[in-house]
């Protein structure tokens, strides 16, 4: 009878932690479906409260639209904002059924997720409405430029637009808290390297083109009543370089 006793203890331990596992498990897949079906109705009030506030019209005229077509997805920002909140929710459901389950490990490893993912909304929210202060800007040059008769309207228009668009990004990858200082460093260096190109290509190689665009860009003011040689200085007779 005690040998059946031992033999029979490993299955008793079994069924008693069994019987313990069970109801945590099934509470998961509870946890687990309602969090599915809330996840699926706060991805339909995102979408619908985005669109209502014409979100989307925002993210197209700042081009966000575009580029997540040529990425080749099929969804627009908003839609891209309401599946963020759909997947924030499951993780969220997911965290309480590992928990339950006393799956420790993974639920610290969901946690950083879930704490990453509203970094990603908002990120997202600055690339938007930078993108379409960015684009805005380049119009108002463009437009600017245009007025005044301006030959380099439409370059200086995407300058300045490419210009604020890197910087809106640095921002928005600053606040993921992605690259750190190394971004920030090598973006310097870029920046420099430009300018300092630039400056090599008019110091060297284009000083007449220079000069010309500055004097397309200031010829008009300028009176046009002024005779042609009138407009520049004379140099005085005795002047020994002339």
């Given amino acids: 009878m005690q040998n059946v006793d031992m033999l029979l203890e490993p299955l008793r331990v079994f069924l008693a932690e069994v019987g313990v596992f069970l109801p945590r498990l099934l509470l998961a897949i509870v946890v687990l479906i309602g969090g599915w079906m809330l996840a699926r109705l706060a991805r339909y009030t995102v979408g619908k409260a985005l669109r209502a506030v014409n979100f989307g019209v925002l993210a197209d005229r700042a081009g966000l639209d575009g580029f997540l077509r040529q990425g080749g997805l099929?969804?627009?920002?908003?839609?891209?904002?309401?599946?963020?909140?759909?997947?924030?929710?499951?993780?969220?459901?997911?965290?309480?059924?590992?928990?339950?389950l006393g799956l420790t490990y993974i639920t610290d490893l969901l946690g950083r997720v879930v704490w990453f993912v509203p970094k990603v909304l908002v990120g997202l929210v600055i690339l938007a409405f930078g993108s379409y202060f960015a684009r805005f800007i380049g119009e108002t040059v463009r437009a600017y430029g245009r007025n005044i008769k301006?030959?380099?309207?439409?370059?200086?228009?995407r300058v300045a637009q490419s210009a604020i668009q890197v910087f809106v990004v640095l921002i928005a990858l600053d606040h993921l808290e992605i690259g750190g200082s190394i971004l920030h460093v090598s973006f310097l260096i870029v920046l420099g390297g430009v300018v300092l190109a630039l400056a090599l290509a008019f110091g060297l190689g284009g000083r007449d083109w220079a000069a010309a665009r500055i004097g397309r860009w200031l010829?008009?003011?300028?009176?046009?009543?002024?005779?042609?040689?009138?407009?520049?200085?004379?140099?005085?007779?005795?002047?020994?370089?002339?």
Avoid: E, M
């Fill in 150 to 157: 301006l030959q380099d309207a439409d370059l200086l228009a």
């Fill in 74 to 100: 099929q969804h627009d920002t908003s839609g891209l904002f309401a599946l963020l909140v759909y997947w924030l929710v499951i993780l969220a459901a997911l965290i309480v059924a590992c928990n339950g």
């Fill in 219 to 242: 010829s008009r003011d300028v009176p046009h009543d002024v005779p042609h040689d009138a407009r520049a200085p004379k140099a005085p007779a005795d002047d020994p370089w002339r």
